[in-house]
């Protein structure tokens, strides 16, 4: 049963350039969260999307954006990079079901603006 | 507001000895409380979860955690370190009725030999 998983692993952007990072969930679970955890510090909320649609939204610019695909599977946008938005880019799934909140977490994607 | 705070950015202990990670939380809801770990140059991968079930909850890998409703706290322990516990620690909340996870700042092990 394959995890979460994410693409690209490592990712290179100049400054005003737009991006685009893919997660596809776990087996049997239909809900995606995307986190944005900056150098030495927590993950930080972006947003969750669950029926395609953007569900749930953290305190981040309108420059990032989102998707859900019929199959699940999410890409997060982000354009008009900037220097700040350098980070490791998580992706969380869970089932609509869960009572708990558990999320499982994909590898990350790390992004370097220069 | 919710939010978690962990006391201490860096914890260092012997190869061997207890291992003891703060987590206090602020809520006006019953919370759901996780701690995660990670390693270098990977996510995130879960220790263990509180869920309004048994106070004291055991993990993965020999780790447990103490939820103390009156302390607001859910403290991280292993009663002796290994050398493969070095890594970074989070602690996390979520709420019923809400879709984030609220993390804290993390605090990083080091195991001494």
């Known amino acids: 049963d394959a995890g979460v998983t994410q693409s690209p692993t490592h990712l290179i952007k100049t400054r005003g350039q737009q991006v685009t990072l893919r997660c596809s969930p776990k087996?049997?679970?239909?809900?995606v969260s995307w986190y944005q955890q900056a150098l030495g510090q927590g993950p930080q909320f972006i947003f969750q999307?669950?029926?395609?649609?953007?569900?749930q939204r953290g305190n981040f610019p309108d420059r990032f954006s989102g998707h859900q695909f019929p199959n699940y599977s999410s890409e997060l946008n982000v354009n008009a990079l900037l220097l700040g938005d350098s980070a490791l880019y998580l992706c969380?799934?869970?089932?609509?079901?869960?009572?708990?909140?558990?999320?499982?977490f994909g590898p990350g994607t790390r992004l370097t603006v220069t | 507001a919710q939010s978690v705070t962990q006391l201490g950015s860096h914890v260092s202990v012997s190869e061997g000895a207890l291992v003891l990670l703060r987590c206090n939380y602020s809520?006006?809801?019953?919370?759901?409380l996780f701690w995660y770990v990670q390693y270098p140059n990977q996510g995130l991968q879960l220790l263990l979860k509180?869920?309004?079930?048994?106070?004291l909850v055991k993990g993965i890998n020999g780790f447990e955690a103490e939820f103390k409703k009156s302390e607001t706290s859910f403290h991280l322990t292993k009663p002796s370190a290994h050398m493969s516990d070095a890594a970074e620690y989070f602690c996390?909340?979520?709420?019923?009725?809400?879709?984030?996870?609220?993390f804290g700042a993390g605090t990083r092990l080091f195991v001494k030999a």
């Open positions: 509180y869920t309004s079930a048994a106070t």
């Open positions: 809520s006006s809801v019953p919370p759901y």
């Open positions: 087996s049997g679970h239909d809900t």
């Open positions: 969380a799934s869970s089932p609509s079901g869960a009572l708990s909140y558990e999320q499982y």
């Open positions: 996390a909340v979520s709420f019923t009725g809400g879709f984030k996870t609220i």
């Open positions: 999307y669950y029926e395609e649609e953007e569900r």
